[in-house]
């Protein structure tokens, strides 16, 4: 490659953004599981959150979501509204584009491997630190609450910390955002990141689809472990995951299919499909279930 070419692909690496991680139903999910664990283990840490979220300076967002709803209903809806945040707000002062993703070349040429573009592991440990200080303001505790939901959810998607740069890509698929793949013959092209962001989900509306979502996870819940004492670290052995989800599972058998135009997206394989939707499935399954250990350590009883 070119020096010039060399320096164009670096600053695809700073440009890249990739689109949502996980749709609506996804990161719904994650809130659902989350609580539903703390309902059975940590109602505490529930009952404190619903008491900080009261102090959200976009809370007329979510009480007009949750109009009629009461008692446990409310509280489990709540957590799927908090997940989904950051989503919803994107076009607001408090949006942060590069906070969804942190990415690293794990499939094709290497050259580029140390570098990882995007602010997830920067949000991360900012939000953590704002949540975990006592002296902060309530509406900014609130808000990093939300991100932290969020990106625990972000990190989990294999394409939010993997993405591919080759021949076929020189500067990148940018997450998978710039390659374009079809489901069927009869179907319309979507991008690869797309098609993983909605891999799990179900052909319901956004709450129904995520419910079903963690019902099917709770049957078969995924192994966890509890958080450590440094959550920072058990967030990279996160991302660390993902990566090599996306190393190992999302790419290699999607790279032939996977077209820089959409009218040349090549068709994944029926099996392909059903792998994706077990994976999502079971990221989104370890998502809840340590966010629901974080949380508890973070909201301990009084």
Known sequence: MSRIGWCLAMLSFIAAEPALAWGRQGHMATGLIAYDRLAARDPSAIAA????????????????ALTELEGEERERHLFALIARWPDDIRATKWNHTHWHHQ?????????????????????????????????????????????????????????HAGHRQDDHFPLTDFAGSKGWVRK??????????????????????????????????????????????????AYYGWVKESEQLAADSAYPAAMEAE????????????????????????????????????????????
């Open 184 to 233: 069927s013959a009869d179907s319309a092209p979507e991008t690869f990141h797309y098609f993983w962001d909605m891999a799990a989900d179900r052909a319901d509306d956004d709450f129904a689809g995520a419910a079903s979502i963690a019902a099917t996870v709770s049957h078969d819940p995924p192994e966890t472990e509890l958080a450590p004492a440094d959550f920072v670290a």
């Open 49 to 64: 959150i619903d008491a900080l979220l009261a102090q959200h300076p976009d809370h007329a967002r979510f009480e007009s």
């Open 103 to 159: 990415l690293r070349v794990v499939v094709g040429w290497k050259a580029f491997h140390g570098l990882r573009p995007g602010e997830a592991d920067h949000a991360f440990r900012h939000n953590l630190r704002i949540l975990r200080n006592e002296k902060a303001s309530a509406a900014d505790r609130t808000i990093a609450l939300c991100w932290i939901f969020h990106i625990v959810g972000d990190m989990h998607q294999p394409l």
């Open 259 to 302: 077209a820089r135009r959409p009218e040349k997206a090549g068709i994944l394989s029926a099996d392909y499909i059903l792998q994706a939707r077990s994976i999502a499935e079971k990221r989104i399954g370890q998502a809840g279930e340590r966010l629901a250990d974080l949380l508890a350590a973070l909201f301990p009883p009084a």
